[in-house]
Structures are given as structure tokens and as C-alpha cells.
């Protein structure tokens, strides 16, 4: 399965990353930003693994998860590839979020402004895709007790299970273009 090999590649790439550039980083490092975008908290370089074993453990999460649907599928395994898909956006997300904190770090900068808008703008790309993907594989889920809207009218039926995922899906789907395009004309 093409998704899940894909998966298993960018649940490792954040950690293969961070690797790769910890000899290179300095010794402190920005590790949070305010709203203004002006780092308000330094850290030690070794905190660039924070997000690599998060990216793991919720990997490990996700794969549970595609079992456990695979299980619960009648017919096929829609919910699982469904999981490995979304999942394989949400490691891509990490990995995109890795990177700009690297370059941070290498650049020094104490201002998210300073920082050239490729950044910006491969965050706001990178977000709006993983809702437009999401958008376009919802309502290929079947009814199941992990993925998809989940409320008490979509559990009721089929029927009200797909016209819930529809609307979510539309809506994931534009609130993924409006994202996508302001990342582009940042």
C-alpha cells in the first residue's frame, strides 16, 4: 500500500532531519513565538527533538488506529487508507514545521517578521493542503467509531453519516483553499 509506505517515510523524516542538523544548530535556539511573531522563549538545541518524538508517538497513534478500522471494515480496508493518507499530511505538517523552526535557529532571527516569506508561505501552503486533502478523502470514509465527524445525528444512519462528511468536507476543503491562497499571495 502506497499510503502507508508513505506514512512510514514521513513519520521518520522529522527525526531523520533533526539528526541531520543538531551538530549545526546553535546553542540556543527559538522555541516559541507571541503573537506579534517575536520569540518570547529560548531553548537548548536539544529541544529540536520535541517535535520528532511527538511526530512518532502520534504516528504510532495513527497506525493503531488504521488497525483497528481495518478490523472493524466489513469490506476492504477505505478507513484505513483513509487514516495513512490524512496521517501522511498531518507528518508532512511536522515536517514543514521542523524546518522553519531549523531555520530559525540557523538564522538567529528574534522575529517571525524577519524571517523571509518562503517560510511563511510553505506553512500556509503546507496547512491549507493537508484541509484540502482532508476535504476530498472524508467523505470516502465509512461509518466507524474513529474517523470523520463523529455526532450524534451522523451515528444515527448511513444516510446521515455521508451527509455528514459532505458538509465537512466542504468545508475543510475551502477553509484549505482560502488557507492555501493567502500563503501564496503572503
Avoid at 522555541?31 to 538545541?45: E, I, K, L, M, Y
Avoid at 517560510?119 to 484540502?132: D, E, R, S, W
Wanted: charged share 15%; aromatic share 10%; net charge positive.
Amino acid at each position: 500500500m502506497k499510503a502507508k509506505r508513505l506514512f512510514y517515510i514521513l513519520m521518520c523524516l522529522p527525526t531523520v532531519i533533526a539528526i541531520a542538523a543538531y551538530s549545526y544548530l546553535p546553542e540556543q535556539i527559538p522555541a516559541h513565538f507571541n503573537v506579534q511573531g517575536v520569540v518570547d522563549r529560548w531553548s537548548s538545541r536539544a529541544e529540536i527533538f520535541i517535535l520528532p518524538v511527538v511526530a512518532i508517538v502520534l504516528g504510532i497513534a495513527m497506525i493503531l488506529i488504521a488497525r483497528h478500522l481495518r478490523k472493524q471494515e466489513r469490506f476492504g480496508n477505505n478507513n484505513e487508507k483513509i487514516t495513512y493518507i490524512i496521517g501522511s499530511c498531518a507528518m508532512l505538517m511536522f515536517t514543514v514545521i521542523l524546518c522553519s523552526m531549523i531555520y530559525t535557529s540557523f538564522k538567529v532571527t528574534s522575529s517571525v517578521s524577519n524571517m523571509p516569506g518562503i517560510v511563511h508561505k510553505a506553512l500556509f501552503i503546507a496547512i491549507g493542503v493537508l484541509f484540502i486533502v482532508m476535504g476530498n478523502v472524508l467523505p470516502k470514509s465509512k461509518k466507524n467509531s474513529w474517523l470523520g465527524i463523529r455526532t450524534k445525528y451522523s451515528m444515527e444512519s448511513e444516510e446521515n453519516w455521508r451527509k455528514s462528511q459532505r458538509v465537512g468536507a466542504i468545508v475543510m476543503f475551502v477553509v484549505g483553499v482560502v488557507i492555501t491562497v493567502y500563503g501564496l499571495l503572503s
